[in-house]
C-alpha cells in the first residue's frame, strides 16, 4: 500500500522553497552559490518590529489568542486597508493566518467543491495551482504571455469562466513576472465577472509596497466597489516589512467568508504565534519609512539588473512593474550547449546548469507554467546581485 494519499500525487513540493532550501544546502557544503531564487527581502526585520515582539514575550503575550487574530492586531489590519486602499474592513471581517499562504489555502478549503474550477492567470506563483488541487478544485490557466504583458485581458477571463467557476486569484502586482494591474484594468476584469455572479475574486496583494515609477496600483474591491461582497483582499507583512519568518498573513473579506475560513483555521493551527501578532500590529501602527527606504532599495537593484540582464546573449527582460523579481526569456539560449558541456533544451536545463557551472540559483519557469523563461529575486544584497548578473552574462555568452 502506497505511504501517500492520491491527494498528495496530484501536487510538487514548492519549487521555490526547494530552490531556497538546494541553495542553502550548497552553501553549507562550502560551495560559493548566489541565491537570487529566494523571494524574501534580505533586510533584518526593522528595530521597533523586533523589540515590540520582545515586550510582547516579557508582557506575557504568550498564550493562545483569539483563532483570526488578536483584536488590536484585526483593527491595525483594518486602519491598514482603509489607509492604504481605502477599503472599508471591520475587525469582524478580517482574519489573521500564519502567513498569506494560509490565507489563500483556507479560502480554497473552505470554498470549493470537488471539480469546482478556479481561474489563474499565468505565469503564476507556484503554489496557487496546488493548493486549489488540493482542495479537489481544478485550475484553469489562461496564458498571459509577455506579448500582453502577462496581464489578463477582459477576453482571456470572458472565455475561461464557466458555471462551475468559483474564483479569479489575481496577484497584484504579481510573482513572477512584476506585472501589475492599475484601476482601469480592473475595472474591465470587473465588466466581465458582472455577468458571473458565482465568481469570487482572491486578491493576493502580498507585493502592494513594492511598486515602482509611481505606477497606479489599485485593489479588485478598490477599483470595482460592487465586487467587495464576493472578493476576498490578501495581504501581509513579509515583504513589505522584511518579516518572511514571522508568518503573518491577513485578509479582509464579508464576514460569512471570514467565519468559513476561522472555522478551518480552527481545526488546523489555531491562532497564528502571538509574538508574531504583536511583531505584525508594531509593523502596520508604527512608522512606515522603513517600508519606503526598502522599496527604494529594490528599485535601485531592478535598475541595474534588467539592463544586465538584457545585455547577456539570448536573453529578453522586461522592466516590472513592482514586486522584486525579473523574469526574462530565454528562449534564445535553447537549443546550445554550455561552457561546461550541458545541452539547454529547456528552461530547467538552463537554470541546472546554471547553478552547475557558475553557482547561480534561479527558479526554472517552468515553475510558474511559463517554460523559456527564469526568475530572478532582486531581493538580494547589491554585491551579489552584480556578481550573479554578471555570472549569468557569462553563463550566456559561453553557449555555442
Ligand atoms: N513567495 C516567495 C517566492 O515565490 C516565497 C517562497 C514561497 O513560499 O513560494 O519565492
Same mark, same amino acid.
Given at each position: 500500500?502506497?505511504?501517500?494519499?492520491?491527494?498528495?500525487?496530484?501536487?510538487?513540493?514548492?519549487?521555490?522553497?526547494?530552490?531556497?532550501?538546494?541553495?542553502?544546502?550548497?552553501?553549507?557544503?562550502?560551495?560559493?552559490?548566489?541565491?537570487?531564487?529566494?523571494?524574501?527581502?534580505?533586510?533584518?526585520?526593522?528595530?521597533?518590529?523586533?523589540?515590540?515582539?520582545?515586550?510582547?514575550?516579557?508582557?506575557?503575550?504568550?498564550?493562545?489568542?483569539?483563532?483570526?487574530?488578536?483584536?488590536?492586531?484585526?483593527?491595525?489590519?483594518?486602519?491598514?486597508?482603509?489607509?492604504?486602499?481605502?477599503?472599508?474592513?471591520?475587525?469582524?471581517?478580517?482574519?489573521?493566518?500564519?502567513?498569506?499562504?494560509?490565507?489563500?489555502?483556507?479560502?480554497?478549503?473552505?470554498?470549493?467543491?470537488?471539480?469546482?474550477?478556479?481561474?489563474?492567470?499565468?505565469?503564476?506563483?507556484?503554489?496557487?495551482?496546488?493548493?486549489?488541487?488540493?482542495?479537489?478544485?481544478?485550475?484553469?490557466?489562461?496564458?498571459?504571455?509577455?506579448?500582453?504583458?502577462?496581464?489578463?485581458?477582459?477576453?482571456?477571463?470572458?472565455?475561461?469562466?464557466?458555471?462551475?467557476?468559483?474564483?479569479?486569484? !489575481?496577484?497584484? +502586482?504579481?510573482?513572477?513576472?512584476? &506585472?501589475?494591474?492599475? *484601476?482601469? %484594468?480592473? =475595472?474591465?476584469?470587473?465588466? @466581465?465577472?458582472?455577468?458571473?455572479?458565482?465568481?469570487?475574486?482572491?486578491?493576493?496583494?502580498?507585493?502592494?509596497?513594492?511598486?515602482?515609477?509611481?505606477?497606479?496600483?489599485?485593489?479588485?474591491?478598490?477599483?470595482?466597489?460592487?465586487?467587495?461582497?464576493?472578493?476576498?483582499?490578501?495581504?501581509?507583512?513579509?515583504?513589505?516589512?522584511?518579516?518572511?519568518?514571522?508568518?503573518?498573513?491577513?485578509?479582509?473579506?464579508?464576514?460569512?467568508?471570514?467565519?468559513?475560513?476561522?472555522?478551518?483555521?480552527?481545526?488546523?493551527?489555531?491562532?497564528?504565534?502571538?509574538?508574531?501578532?504583536?511583531?505584525?500590529?508594531?509593523? !502596520?501602527?508604527? +512608522?512606515?519609512?522603513?517600508?519606503? &527606504?526598502?522599496?527604494? *532599495?529594490? %528599485?535601485? =537593484?531592478?535598475?541595474?539588473? @534588467?539592463?544586465?540582464?538584457?545585455?547577456?546573449?539570448?536573453?529578453?527582460?522586461?522592466?516590472?512593474?513592482?514586486?522584486?523579481?525579473?523574469?526574462?526569456?530565454?528562449?534564445?539560449?535553447?537549443?546550445?550547449?554550455?561552457?561546461?558541456?550541458?545541452?539547454?533544451?529547456?528552461?530547467?536545463?538552463?537554470?541546472?546548469?546554471?547553478?552547475?557551472?557558475?553557482?547561480?540559483?534561479?527558479?526554472?519557469?517552468?515553475?510558474?507554467?511559463?517554460?523559456?523563461?527564469?526568475?530572478?529575486?532582486?531581493?538580494?544584497?547589491?554585491?551579489?546581485?552584480?556578481?550573479?548578473?554578471?555570472?549569468?552574462?557569462?553563463?550566456?555568452?559561453?553557449?555555442?
Amino acid at each position: 500500500m502506497a505511504l501517500t494519499a492520491a491527494r498528495l500525487d496530484r501536487i510538487v513540493a514548492s519549487p521555490t522553497v526547494a530552490m531556497r532550501m538546494a541553495a542553502n544546502r550548497l552553501r553549507a557544503e562550502g560551495r560559493d552559490v548566489l541565491n537570487v531564487a529566494s523571494g524574501e527581502p534580505d533586510f533584518p526585520t526593522p528595530p521597533h518590529i523586533r523589540d515590540a515582539a520582545h515586550a510582547a514575550i516579557e508582557a506575557g503575550e504568550t498564550r493562545y489568542t483569539e483563532t483570526g487574530g488578536t483584536l488590536a492586531l484585526r483593527q491595525a489590519v483594518a486602519a491598514k486597508f482603509r489607509r492604504d486602499q481605502g477599503l472599508d474592513y471591520t475587525p469582524e471581517e478580517i482574519i489573521v493566518s500564519t502567513g498569506g499562504k494560509q490565507v489563500i489555502f483556507n479560502a480554497l478549503l473552505a470554498t470549493l467543491d470537488d471539480g469546482d474550477e478556479v481561474i489563474i492567470p499565468t505565469p503564476c506563483w507556484v503554489s496557487y495551482p496546488d493548493m486549489v488541487k488540493l482542495a479537489g478544485g481544478t485550475p484553469v490557466l489562461p496564458a498571459c504571455g509577455g506579448n500582453a504583458g502577462f496581464l489578463l485581458s477582459p477576453e482571456h477571463l470572458e472565455a475561461a469562466i464557466t458555471p462551475r467557476t468559483r474564483w479569479l486569484i !489575481l496577484n497584484n +502586482p504579481s510573482n513572477p513576472t512584476g &506585472a501589475a494591474y492599475d *484601476a482601469p %484594468a480592473l =475595472r474591465a476584469l470587473a465588466d @466581465v465577472l458582472a455577468r458571473h455572479p458565482q465568481v469570487w475574486v482572491l486578491t493576493d496583494d502580498i507585493y502592494e509596497k513594492l511598486i515602482y515609477d509611481g505606477f497606479p496600483l489599485a485593489s479588485m474591491a478598490q477599483a470595482a466597489p460592487e465586487l467587495r461582497a464576493r472578493t476576498v483582499t490578501m495581504n501581509g507583512c513579509s515583504k513589505s516589512y522584511a518579516m518572511t519568518g514571522w508568518r503573518i498573513g491577513f485578509a479582509g473579506a464579508p464576514r460569512p467568508m471570514i467565519q468559513a475560513m476561522e472555522k478551518l483555521q480552527s481545526q488546523s493551527t489555531s491562532n497564528p504565534s502571538s509574538i508574531g501578532q504583536a511583531a505584525a500590529r508594531a509593523a !502596520l501602527e508604527g +512608522p512606515q519609512d522603513c517600508v519606503e &527606504a526598502m522599496r527604494l *532599495a529594490f %528599485a535601485a =537593484r531592478r535598475d541595474f539588473v @534588467v539592463p544586465m540582464l538584457n545585455a547577456a546573449p539570448g536573453l529578453r527582460c522586461t522592466t516590472p512593474r513592482g514586486t522584486f523579481y525579473v523574469f526574462p526569456d530565454l528562449r534564445g539560449c535553447l537549443g546550445r550547449v554550455s561552457a561546461g558541456g550541458t545541452r539547454i533544451e529547456t528552461d530547467g536545463d538552463f537554470c541546472a546548469a546554471l547553478l552547475g557551472e557558475e553557482g547561480v540559483a534561479t527558479v526554472a519557469g517552468s515553475a510558474f507554467l511559463a517554460p523559456g523563461h527564469f526568475r530572478l529575486s532582486f531581493a538580494a544584497a547589491e554585491d551579489a546581485l552584480r556578481d550573479a548578473c554578471g555570472r549569468i552574462q557569462r553563463f550566456c555568452a559561453g553557449l555555442r
